[in-house]
């Protein structure tokens, strides 16, 4: 059973719909398609082909100065020094979130989109991180506009789930 009001913002999360012969259902206001992220992260570690690759950007440090992944840029060293504990585990894993919308329709007069949330492990080669297999469509949020400052609210089944870890 699912709860009739949201649990950030308290506004009632369906409305009802007549759908004719005196019979009614409940619509929800707003939608997100959510994809579990954990059990595809959990299959990088079971592969035999990336298994050994979510550990590079701990074995193959580059010398200073020289920035070819992300892993050798002041702000992940900056949070290993911060987070001494999570850096000294290589199999730990590093997320980068992307999120971009488009129009389905091919039309921009339309007030119509979809937001997208893509995951990418950057424990991968460089060469690896960026590719197709390895990017992970996790949320899908169809809506007439951009999510702005309420994307927190979607990804709070993703920040539930890694939170479980």
């Known amino acids: 059973?699912?709860?009739k009001e949201c649990r950030f913002c308290y506004k009632p999360r369906f409305h009802i719909q007549d759908v004719g012969r005196g019979k009614y259902k409940e619509v929800p206001i707003k939608r997100?398609?959510?994809?579990?992220?954990?059990?595809r992260l959990k299959r990088l570690y079971a592969s035999?082909?990336?298994a050994p690759h979510m550990r590079w950007h701990h074995e193959n440090r580059r010398e200073p100065r020289v920035l070819c992944h992300p892993?050798?840029?002041?702000a992940w060293k900056h949070f290993d020094k911060m987070y001494h504990e999570f850096a000294t585990?290589?199999?730990?894993?590093r997320l980068a979130l992307f999120s971009?919308?488009?129009?389905p329709f091919n039309n921009l007069t339309s007030p119509y989109s979809c937001w997208l949330v893509i995951f990418t492990p950057y424990n991968l080669p460089l060469e690896l991180c960026m590719t197709t297999p390895f990017m992970f469509l996790t949320l899908i949020i169809p809506m007439p506009h951009s999510p702005k400052g309420k994307i927190g609210v979607y990804l709070q089944p993703l920040i539930d789930e890694l939170n479980l870890y």
Do not use: T
Not at 32 to 39: C, D, G, K
């Open 32 to 39: 997100r398609h959510y994809l579990p992220l954990i059990p």
């Open 100 to 103: 971009d919308g488009f129009s």
């Open 71 to 74: 892993s050798n840029g002041e």
């Open 89 to 93: 585990e290589p199999r730990n894993v």
């Open 48 to 50: 035999m082909s990336s």
């Open 1 to 3: 059973m699912h709860s």
